[in-house]
Structures are given as C-alpha cells and as structure tokens.
C-alpha cells in the first residue's frame, strides 16, 4: 500500500494536484500572516540563534542540491558531543522539558520539546525560519516543505516537526502529533529531509522519534530515506514495502493557460457524501481505514472536482496535509475529453495564488499521465520519491 499520490493506479486520466480551496482557513481570502498567531521576526526569536545571510550563496562543490548530504555555506561544524538547545551567546532559548511533560501546539510561542537529539519545534518564529530553509532546499525538501506552510497555516493536517538540533539542523520529519493507532499506515505518515545522512539515521533512532512497533510510512525525494529505513529494518528484523515514483512540479502556474470546459461542465468541490466513490476508485484505498482517512482528507484540505450539468462526478483531484496532489481521478466513461488536463491547471493555479507550490507523485510506469503533466509544464525532479511502508503486516490487518 503506497501513500496518497497524484497517481492512483490507472493510466491517462488519473492523477491529483495542487492545493485548490476548500474548506480550510488557507484558501478562504485570510493572509497568512494573520493565520499564525504571534507572530514575529524570525531575526528576533532567540530560538532562532543568528539569522542567516540575506542572500545565498551560489551552490558551490560540497553542498550541491543534487546531493544527498551537504550543508549550509554559512552552517559551522557540528560536533556531536555539542549541546542541542544552545542559542547565540548570552541569549536563553525556550526552555526545553522532557516530551511527555509538556507538549506546546504549533503556532504558540512556548517550550521547545526535546528527547536526547531530537527538537520539536513549536515557536513560531522557528517554524517559519524553517519555512524559509526548507524553501531554499527545493526540490529535495518537497514534501517536509509542504507540510510547514500547512503548519504555518493553521495547521488543518495536526502536523509537527523534528529535528535534530537548532537552528543548525542535519534533518527533519513531519508527522502527525499525537497518538497514531497501530494499524493505520494512512495517517501515520512521515515525511523526510535531511543535510546529513548520518544525521537523519541518528535522528530516526532516537527515542520518541518513531514508533517502531507500528504501520507507518517515511517518504522523500533523497536515496537515504529508503537506504536508513532498510539499515534500521535490518537490525529489528521488520519487514518493509518500498514504493518509488516520479515527483513532478510545475515552476510557475500561472503560464498554464486557462482551460475551456466543455458546455455543461461545471467547476466544484467534493463533500464527505462523495467519500464512498473516492474510497472505491482509489488504488489503495477499499476498506475503512482508507475511508476514514479520505473523509479526513476532503473534511481538512483543498479540493477540486468538475461535475455535467446535473451535478454528476466527472474528475477530481485532492491535496493531503503534504501540500501533495492526491488521488487525481477521471471517471471511466468521462474520459479522453480533457477533463484531467483541465483539472490539474485549475488546481496547479489555485495553488500557486495560495503560495503552495503545484506538485505530486506519478507511477514511474504511468507513461501517458508523465506526459500530460510535461505538456502542462510540470518538470520531473531528479532521482525518485520513495515510500517507505514499515511493517505492512499491522497495515494490512484488521477492516
């Protein structure tokens, strides 16, 4: 089982999108400065230590974007024997309390949560200088990226993030904060973005990170997020599924020309009454835990749905709380009218006036889907997303 995609198994008219609006705060006409309470200069939060450079470097040899571990230019060495909650000299960070004591909602300027290695950045000004880092980091950084501007956004997906250290971080993983039952691989999701391989297996491994005994799925756009998961598989005898596909982004939307629907078509959403013919149509979906995550899904983010005149289905697509495209999907008998192709512009625009970038995830084997996509102007990122699935025995158990 594989994760929401744009791509839901079927060839030519399946596919998901960009962030369109919905019935989420972000999207409804809100700045987003005004969504994120107390909010403030990342430069002054002493959370942050010392802001970086206004502008970045040329990428030079050592911390190409196209490698799997690298640095900052401006980031010191990192020992790791150097304390994790240090700010700047003479300045005192949040105080940080052990993960079961305390636990301060994204948004609030409060305590920063710490298990050995591992930070749970609540401040607002971390997570948005966080934003910023991770911006700086595309494509590699896609998913993890998504998941903070969602964060930054109200929050609709309960998400939060990890990292290894602050403000000068080797890796980081969103997830859903709380309590994640044993067999739901749909909303145990994980997303991965690392500087330093090394970094991100220590990171995985520390207590509290991850629950082992668990269905859970890890995925991202670098090679070590499948190779950790293996090494560490290997030491606890687990058993994993990986999954790999093509991450597509379009570099501006807004040079997708408007689509002309057909007469009768109209533009719209789907509702909770639509969740039944989604959870059907969905290659990975068919059973409850599938449906309760699809009602999740449409209830918290963007959607968008074209009907006929009497208000019957013909295409759809979705977003989840990654700011990915998800379960993009043209009704059999509607097909090879161009109703994807129109779709996907609208939800690729949307997003973009939302300040999302447009992007997703297509079967590698998925050929005619790949070049619909480039006909639109979406580019095909290096490398592939991986998914990682661990222990699909638990996630194939049960209704």
Sequence with gaps: MASLSWDSGDTGDSWGSGDTEGPSPVGQGVPASRLLPDRMDPARCPCNGPPPPTTLPAPGRGHSLARDSWRWPWDPPVSPHAPQNQGPAGVTTCPTVPRHQTHTPPGTHGPRTTVGA???????????????????????????????????????????????SWPNFGAVLARRSGEMPVDDCYRNMHAAFYRDVGTYRALLETPGCLRWDTAFH??????????????????????????????????????????????????????????????????????????????????????????????????????????????????????????????????????????FPAFGHTATGNGAMQRLQEALGYRRSPGLCHFVLHNPGLGRAGP
């Design 118 to 164: 591992m930070l749970l950045l609540t401040c607002p000004a971390q997570l948005q200088r966080l934003e910023g880092a991770l911006r700086r980091s595309l494509p590699l950084a896609l998913p993890v990226y998504g998941a903070v501007l969602n964060i930054n956004r109200g929050n609709p997906g309960e998400l939060e993030v990890v990292v290894d």
């Design 218 to 355: 890890i995925f991202g756009l670098q090679e070590g997020v499948a190779t950790v998961s293996q090494a560490i598989a290997g030491t606890k005898d687990m058993e994993l599924e990986l999954s790999e596909y093509y991450t597509y982004v379009h570099p501006d939307p807004s040079t997708i020309p408007e689509p002309q629907l057909d007469p009768g078509v109209q533009v719209s959403t789907l509702s909770a009454a639509h969740v039944d013919l989604l959870n059907e149509t969905w290659a990975y979906g068919g059973n409850a835990r599938s449906r309760r995550y699809l009602l999740e899904v449409l209830g918290r983010f963007p959607n968008l749905c074209l009907q006929d005149g009497d208000g019957q289905l013909l295409c759809w697509v979705l977003t989840d709380a990654f700011g990915t495209g998800a379960h993009g999907y043209t009704l059999p008998a509607h097909r090879h009218r161009g109703h994807m192709r129109a779709v996907l512009a609208m939800a690729a625009r949307r997003a973009q006036a939302r300040g």
